[in-house]
Nanobody, 122 residues
Framework: VQLVESGGGLMQAGDSLKLSCVGS????????MGWFRQSPGKEREFVAA????????YYADSVKGRFAVSRDNAKNTLFLQMNSLKPEDTATYYC????????????????WGQGTQVTVIS
């Protein structure tokens, strides 16, 4: 059972980037999924969540209107489209599985990916 993120990189402010996360070892389409991020010296923070069938999603205020979460259950893949990137978006981004209504809380997560680094320079 694992989640594997990819797509991170070094970006300039204003750029766009799309992260991917592939799940394996469990029924991906039965689970709500989400994204978190963590910067050095800071706690891991919620970014976005999406329900199992993509009918519902919600976002942290800091990324609302700039980021979009989506999924392709046929490919067991979760995405995070990040637009208008800012230096404060610099962090390690983690894919997560958990309860949809509790997704914004770390304690609501039962499976984490290893993370992918996103660095945004001005």
């Amino acid at each position: 059972v694992q989640l594997v993120e990819s797509g991170g990189g070094l970006m300039q402010a204003g750029d766009s980037l799309k992260l991917s996360c592939v799940g394996s070892g469990f029924i991906f389409g039965d689970n709500a999924m989400g994204w978190f991020r963590q910067s050095p010296g800071k706690e891991r923070e919620f970014v976005a969540a999406i329900s199992w069938g993509s009918s519902n999603s919600y976002y942290a205020d800091s990324v609302k209107g700039r980021f979009a979460v989506s999924r392709d259950n046929a490919k067991n893949t979760l995405f995070l489209q990040m637009n208008s990137l800012k230096p404060e978006d610099t962090a390690t981004y983690y894919c997560a599985r958990g309860s949809f209504k509790n997704m914004r809380f770390v304690k609501g997560i039962d499976l984490w990916g290893q993370g992918t680094q996103v660095t945004v320079i001005s």
